[in-house]
């Protein structure tokens, strides 16, 4: 697994395999043992020395505390939804806002020519009993909306685009 962690301002590439007894950092091979102690503490052995890391997540974000040091960090996670999605397309160009499952749109917050933020609603759509927000992906102009309140939309359906 291969993931980007942010540790003091300063970005990090580090490749492990649970069950390993190596792993890399930046591309140098360290001798590592990891066992879970419970959710969140963590047993490492490294290159022959012991540490216990607690994983926490505070007010200020995630953190570990190693040694009685706490250390803030973030992690970028090739695999994971959001990341995908914030690599997808980065803020140049029009971007679609699309259904992300099938519902019946509810409300349409905004019309053509717009001004919008980043991550202000869009469209509410109901699916599954439940009322979903659908968000602007960067801060831009309402180009076009394709749906009215009433319609029913399939999951991908392109409900608005952002220019």
Not at 3 to 23: K, N, Q, S
């Amino acid at each position: 697994m291969k993931l980007e962690i942010e540790i003091a301002g300063r970005v990090r590439v580090v490749d492990f395999t649970p069950g390993e007894t190596t792993t890399s950092v930046d591309g140098l091979v360290i001798p590592l043992e990891s066992r879970l102690l419970r959710p969140g503490v963590l047993s490492l052995l490294v290159d022959g020395r012991a540490w216990r890391v607690v994983l926490e997540e505070g007010a200020s974000g995630p953190a570990i505390l190693v040694a009685g040091e706490r250390i803030p960090y973030s992690v970028n996670d090739p695999r994971s939804l959001k990341t995908r999605r914030a690599h997808a397309a980065g803020e140049d160009g029009p971007r679609s806002i699309k259904a992300s499952m099938p519902g019946r749109v509810v409300r349409v917050l905004v019309k053509p020519g717009d001004a919008v933020e980043a991550h202000e609603g869009i469209v509410v759509i109901e699916a599954m009993k439940m009322q979903n927000e659908l968000k602007s992906p960067k801060q831009g102009k309402i180009a076009e909306i394709r749906v009215k309140p009433g319609d029913t939309v399939a999951a991908g359906d392109v409900l608005a685009i952002v220019e």
